[in-house]
């Protein structure tokens, strides 16, 4: 009896994880409405938005007519992030994630993805394109509603094969907030803004 018990106690905490754990995959609404929090007002009702089905599959949830592509928290992964980024970013995007489910790891997608910029199998916008990204922790964020309380905005503006002289830009943060470029001279250059 005392046996059944443990077992019934520990069943009923497993099954309340599944529920509320990381892992759990959110409601299509939810997902959206949490996605599209990054994107400025008045843009979000025509907004693409990829997120993640019953099996866990990143499939896309809403289409859209927007400039802007969205993604919704990877329920796999600790604390909240949701990110959106211009349209013409998209092929970029698109090819990290295929080349991540092929099991290429991060310095291996950088140099793919920098091969075929450079021989042009891959369209990268040469001119400076916007990504917004929101995050926050797990205890800050509700699931029944998609809000985040307390989350943080980080920016980031791709152009590719910018330096810190074309810029003016220094290539590490100096302040809270400040602009500064990642990457310089390569097809990844992108000016970091971070939170205050």
């Given at each position: 009896m005392k046996y059944s018990f443990l077992f019934l106690a520990l069943f009923s905490f497993a099954c309340l994880y599944s529920q509320n754990g990381k892992g759990t995959i959110l409601p299509k609404e939810i997902q959206i409405k949490t996605a599209i929090l990054p994107v400025p007002e008045g843009s979000s009702t025509d907004t693409m938005v990829y997120g993640y089905d019953a099996n866990g599959d990143?499939?896309?949830?809403?289409e859209g007519t927007s400039n802007?592509?969205?993604?919704?928290?990877?329920?796999?992964?600790e604390g909240i992030s949701v990110s959106c980024y211009s349209k013409k970013l998209e092929p970029f995007m698109k090819r990290g994630r295929e080349?991540?489910?092929?099991?290429?790891?991060?310095?291996?997608?950088?140099?793919i993805r920098g091969k075929e910029i450079a021989n042009g199998t891959l369209d990268m916008p040469r001119e400076p394109s916007?990504?917004?990204?929101y995050y926050g922790t797990d205890t800050d964020y509700n699931a029944s509603t998609g809000e985040l309380a307390n989350g943080q905005f980080r920016y980031v503006i791709y152009i590719p094969y910018a330096t810190t002289e074309s810029t003016g830009l220094p290539d590490k943060p100096h302040a809270?907030?400040?602009?500064?470029?990642?990457?310089?001279?390569?097809?990844?250059?992108h000016i970091m803004v971070g939170p205050n």
């Open positions: 990143f499939v896309v949830l809403r802007l592509v969205c993604l919704a928290d990877d329920p796999q992964k080349l991540r489910a092929e099991g290429k790891d991060v310095m291996e997608i950088r140099e916007m990504m917004y990204v809270k907030g400040m602009p500064w470029l990642m990457d310089p001279g390569t097809h990844r250059a």
